[in-house]
Structure formats: structure tokens, C-alpha cells
């Protein structure tokens, strides 16, 4: 994904709106965006971040093409002097991003963009395309690695995906969230990470019968040897076959590796028990027993609580479409612009329903921990400037239920902020890590959460409070827009 390929990724309310503050003269004026979402996905007690990689590499090659300007004009909608200006267009603003892997919680902003209003307008509805499908995978995922319980998850969802970019992108996300491998080739050569998988249905049917697919793929695989057994008869003659297989193996000292089943339809805690108790008895209780099947987290912690010998996932449809929740719901709001003298105005927007109201002026994310546990306490959205005395006590309240409130005494915890500049006058000053090292930090992210926060059921929210300066500024400004 590059930027030189997708300036035309965009809503065409974005081109026509950058023409109105180029022809007013008003482009240069800067402002503050900031991108956020208001209610966490899936009814999760929290959300992880991802696709900031793809933003960085969409920044870097942001340009209008010949093929993008000859489009544009074939519309008749812009006039010459704009579109000339577009033929030079590049970001020369500063963005701030909360890493990927970060677990957050809504209305903190994700990423911040102070720019050029032509630019940052621009930016929008590709920035809202790459964080929102990315950040819904990772989070999807990490609902599903917790609900496996220290198991492995694979994912396995690229044929089921929205389209190659989601399942390639998907992916990665999910790896981001905690899966330990994928399926996918292409999303395991372009961002290093481990692909997995076993054989198809198909190719046991393409054989005489069960036992000689099995005998052909030990051979052709024997240090990685799972055996899909539910083609024919699960436990009549699959697992049969299998166990048969690997005893051949065993006899030729070929069984070294990983090896096992593989169950994708029927009763998989009824067909695991009853596997495992065959593959122990035949000696083979280390064998690996893994499952499909259009799992979710919810029917895997089903499962689980059922006391299935399953110790290996792999998730695919519910999990590449986050099925029962499609959208991460980001937006991108106007936090402030700049005036004739250089001063960031804030700037609300107001709306009947309660959620939709804006949190005004240049902010930055406090992120209070527990000293002794590590654990998450509390988050805090506060305005630029402002600092967090560690030697203080501090009081803690629900945004959205005020009557709520923590009291944290000095000496018990310590602060971390969470915005870190990504770009800075157009410039890349941020180094996005490989792949799997975002996923290790994910895990020390969600080891910071308590059991409470990532139940799948009615989680306990992480308190997030606005500091007083910034309570106070969007009070007045609220009160000032609804007097006007």
C-alpha cells in the first residue's frame, strides 16, 4: 500500500471541500484533527490499535499521479488553478500517533494531525480506512487468543476476506492481536511473520481412499504432519488412519516433528475427547488436536468450558470479518484551527446525542499505572500543554459517569503518555517496528489490563477522564455555542 497509488482513496466531498479553502485563499490556515472512536467493538472493554505502518507508508507517497490529475480534470468540477496545485501537493504537517499494539479506549485520540487545512482534510477518509479495518482485526483477534486460553491461534481467514487488501492487511492485524501465525502467503512474505496450515478435504478425496492421502502427506510433510480426519468418518476412520499413519512413522523414526489431527465439523468437544482418549491410548498423547470450523471467541470459551482436548485454532471467517461487529467506527473531527495570530482556536462539535459531542482544543493521552501490579488504572485526555505531577495525589473520574471517581495517592503510580510524533514537517521521525515485535508488545499491553477488563461479557471499563482545563474548556465552549 503506497501513497502515490491511493491519493484518489478518498470521498469526493474531501477534493471539493479542498477546492472551496484553495479558491477562498484559506488552504494554508492550519488546524487539528483528530481520530477517534467512541464505543469499543464487540462489546470488548477495550480496542488495540494497528495500521499505523500503512499510514506511515500512505504519508510518505502521498502524490497526485498524471493518471490521478487527467482523471480529475475529465470531471469538470475543479478549475485549473487547483488542479495545478494538486499536480504539487505534498504533506508538510506533523502527525502524532499512539503506537500499534497500544490497547485503548474510545474517544482518545489515535492519531493527531496538525496541517495545512488542504492537507489534512485530504487525509481523512484514507487515514479513517486504515486504522479502523486494522484496529477492528487486531481487537477481533485479541478476543479470540484470550478465549483460546494460552493456546495457539492461527488465523485462517484470507479466502473468506472482503477482498485481497483486507485479508493480506487482515492478517497482519491479527497476528498484531495476538494469533500466532496465518495462512496467508502473501501477508507472511511481505511483513515476516509465521504462515501455518494443513491440507484440504480435497486432497483426501483425491486419493484411492483415507489412509493413502494420510501415508502421502506424512511423507511429503513428516515434520509437520496434521491429518484432517472428519473427510469420511471422524472417529470410525479418521483418527483410525491417523493413529495408523503414525505409528508407520514412528517405526521409521520419522515422527520428530509437530504432528496431529485437525477437526473442522461435528461436535468438537464430544469428537476431541474421544480423539484424545484414542491418541493416548495408541501412545500418541502428545499429539496435537486442532480445530476449525467457524470458530469465534465465543464458541472457542464454549468449548473450553466443555472441557474439549482441542490445543490448537485456527479461525478464520468471524474472525478476518470481525462477524459480529463489521465496522470499528473511527471518525476524524475538527479539534482546533489556527487564527491571523498563530493561536490554536479550539474548536466543538455539538450534537443531541451526547457520544457525538467533541473534546475541544490540542490534546495528549496519560495512561496511569499501578506501581506495584503495572496494571492499567486510569486514562487521561488532557490538553497540550499540560503535565502530570507524579508527587501528587490525583482523583481519577468517569467521564461519563461523574459520580465515579478514583483517588490515586502519590507514591502508587506512575504515568506514561501515549501520543509519539510520526511525522513532523512532513517529515518521517518514527520507525514503525516488524511485525511480530508490535505483537510481543500487544501481549505486554493486554498483560497490563486486569482479568476483569478482558472478560468477552460485560468487561469492567478502564475509567477515562477529561483533566479539569480541558472539562472546563469544552463547558465554556459548549455553553458559548448553545447561547449562540
Not at 486460553?149 to 479466502?159: N, Y
Not at 479461525?315 to 465496522?327: E, F, M, R, Y
Not at 498563530?342 to 466543538?348: A, D, R, W
Amino acid at each position: 500500500m503506497k501513497g502515490r497509488d491511493l491519493a484518489l482513496l478518498t470521498d469526493l466531498y474531501e477534493l471539493t471541500m479542498m477546492q472551496g479553502y484553495f479558491t477562498t485563499g484559506a488552504y494554508n490556515k492550519k488546524v487539528v484533527f483528530d481520530l477517534y472512536y467512541r464505543k469499543n467493538p464487540s462489546g470488548n472493554g477495550y480496542a488495540v490499535t494497528a495500521g499505523l505502518q500503512q499510514v506511515i507508508e500512505y504519508i510518505n507517497g502521498l502524490r497526485f499521479t498524471k493518471d490521478d490529475i487527467d482523471y480529475l480534470t475529465s470531471l469538470n468540477l475543479f478549475s485549473e488553478d487547483f488542479i495545478d496545485f494538486l499536480k504539487d501537493f505534498r504533506f508538510s504537517g506533523e502527525i502524532y500517533a499512539i503506537p500499534e499494539g497500544t490497547v485503548v479506549f474510545p474517544h482518545e485520540p489515535l492519531l493527531r494531525v496538525k496541517a495545512p487545512i488542504v492537507e489534512a482534510q485530504l487525509l481523512e477518509t484514507a487515514l479513517l480506512n486504515i486504522i479502523n479495518h486494522q484496529s477492528l482485526i487486531a481487537t477481533k483477534a485479541s478476543r479470540v487468543v484470550w478465549a483460546a486460553q494460552g493456546d495457539p491461534v492461527m488465523e485462517f481467514g484470507l479466502r473468506r476476506a472482503q477482498g485481497p487488501d483486507a485479508g493480506v492487511l487482515g492478517a497482519r492485524a491479527a497476528v498484531i492481536g495476538g494469533c500466532c501465525g496465518t495462512s496467508n502467503v502473501l501477508t507472511g512474505k511481505l511483513f515476516d511473520v509465521p504462515v501455518k496450515g494443513t491440507h484440504a478435504h480435497s486432497w483426501v478425496m483425491s486419493f484411492p481412499n483415507e489412509i493413502t492421502a494420510f501415508r502421502a502427506y506424512a511423507k511429503l510433510f513428516p515434520d509437520n504432519c496434521l491429518l484432517l480426519v472428519d473427510t469420511y468418518n471422524t472417529l470410525k476412520s479418521g483418527v483410525p488412519n491417523a493413529i495408523k499413519v503414525f505409528q508407520e512413522m514412528k517405526a521409521a523414526g520419522m515422527l520428530k516433528g509437530k504432528y496431529g489431527i485437525r477437526l473442522d465439523s461435528g461436535d468438537l468437544a464430544y469428537l476431541s475427547k474421544c480423539a484424545k482418549v484414542m491418541l493416548e491410548e495408541a501412545g500418541f498423547g502428545d499429539a496435537i488436536i486442532s480445530a476449525s470450523s467457524d470458530l469465534d471467541e465465543n464458541l472457542i470459551a464454549s468449548l473450553k468450558s466443555q472441557g474439549a482436548k482441542i490445543n490448537l485454532w485456527g479461525v478464520g471467517t468471524k474472525l478476518i470479518t470481525s462477524d459480529d461487529c463489521p465496522a470499528f467506527g473511527g471518525v476524524y473531527k475538527l479539534a482546533a484551527e489556527e487564527d491571523e495570530n498563530g493561536t490554536f482556536i479550539p474548536k466543538i462539535k455539538l450534537s443531541n446525542n451526547p457520544g457525538k459531542v467533541t473534546n475541544p482544543g490540542i490534546k495528549k493521552v496519560f495512561r496511569f499505572y499501578d506501581k506495584n501490579t503495572d496494571k492499567i488504572k486510569a486514562d487521561l485526555i488532557a490538553l497540550e500543554h499540560e503535565t502530570v505531577d507524579e508527587s501528587q495525589d490525583m482523583v481519577i473520574r468517569d467521564s461519563n459517569a461523574k459520580w465515579r471517581k478514583m483517588e490515586l495517592e502519590a507514591g502508587t503510580f506512575y504515568v506514561k503518555e501515549l501520543l509519539v510524533p510520526i511525522f513532523i514537517d512532513g517529515k518521517q521521525v518514527y520507525e514503525s517496528p516488524q511485525t511480530m515485535d508490535i505483537q510481543a508488545f500487544c501481549n505486554s499491553e493486554k498483560k497490563s489490563l486486569w482479568d476483569e477488563h478482558l472478560r468477552l461479557n460485560n468487561p469492567h471499563i478502564v475509567p477515562v477522564d477529561l483533566s479539569e482545563k480541558l472539562s472546563q474548556l469544552k463547558n465554556r465552549l459548549i455553553d458559548e455555542m448553545s447561547t449562540n
